[in-house]
T-cell receptor, first 113, second 113 residues
Framework: NAGVTQTPKFRVLKTGQSMTLLCAQD?????MYWYRQDPGMGLRLIHY???????AKGEVPDGYNVSRLKKQNFLLGLESAAPSQTSVYFC????????????FGQGTRLTVV | GESVGLHLPTLSVQEGDSAVIKCTYS??????FPWYKQELGKGPQLIID?????GEKKDQRIAVTLNKTAKHFSLHITETQPEDSAVYFC????????????FGTGTRLTIIP
């Protein structure tokens, strides 16, 4: 019963470094999402995917890239990290559209110094 | 696009009392309204949702009411318990195209023993 698993759980980056966050789901969901959570800002959508091989921009996509090469995996990349990207990142997946339950991972706390 | 707002960033209630968290939305085309609960160190989890063709939905101690005219919906928790302490997020979804959830900023509910 893994559900949605995010790797890593914590990471500290220096400004300008790159990294990839991995999200894996074992529920055969079509839709996958990446959110960032900041104090007082709630959950903001970075990018999402409606199926294998597809990606789309969300509310705050700048500075991030994503890929969905396999249905079960959704990768979030930071090419050149900036302190403004310090946040908690959540991946989620859902069976269908925004009308169905979204299952969230445990989150990745990223600090950029 | 859709925007979702919560009236209170924090709310404290005595154990056993009721708690009500109100959320507003901007787009009258929105037709799906879930509430998510986020416990410390975890990802959000769906606790109840409502669709626009229904005015109220109840599940044991929690209920959600929808006022489409005023464009707001509320989470009601009765007989509150310490384990109800968490951050609660409302969200809304608009039909058509690639539907996705827009989240509010979250209300931190504290149950006072």
């Amino acid at each position: 019963n893994a559900g949605v698993t995010q790797t890593p759980k914590f990471r500290v980056l220096k400004t300008g470094q790159s990294m990839t966050l991995l999200c894996a789901q074992d529920m055969n969901h079509e839709y996958m999402y990446w959110y960032r959570q900041d104090p007082g800002m709630g959950l903001r959508l970075i990018h999402y995917s409606v199926g294998e091989g597809t990606t789309a921009k969300g509310e705050v996509p700048d500075g991030y890239n994503v890929s969905r090469l396999k249905k079960q995996n959704f990768l979030l990349g930071l090419e050149s990290a900036a302190p403004s990207q310090t946040s908690v990142y959540f991946c989620a997946s859902s069976y269908s559209t925004g009308y169905t339950e979204a299952f969230f991972g445990q989150g990745t706390r990223l600090t950029v110094v | 696009g859709e925007s979702v707002g919560l009236h209170l960033p924090t709310l404290s209630v005595q154990e056993g009392d009721s708690a009500v968290i109100k959320c507003t939305y901007s787009d009258s085309a929105s037709n799906y309204f879930p509430w998510y609960k986020q416990e410390l160190g975890k990802g959000p989890q769906l606790i109840i949702d409502i669709r626009s063709n229904v005015g109220e939905k109840k599940d044991q101690r929690i209920a959600v009411t929808l006022n489409k005219t005023a464009k707001h919906f509320s989470l009601h928790i009765t007989e509150t318990q310490p384990e109800d302490s968490a951050v609660y997020f409302c969200a809304a979804s608009i039909p058509g195209g690639n539907e996705k959830l827009t989240f509010g900023t979250g209300t931190r509910l504290t149950i006072i023993p």
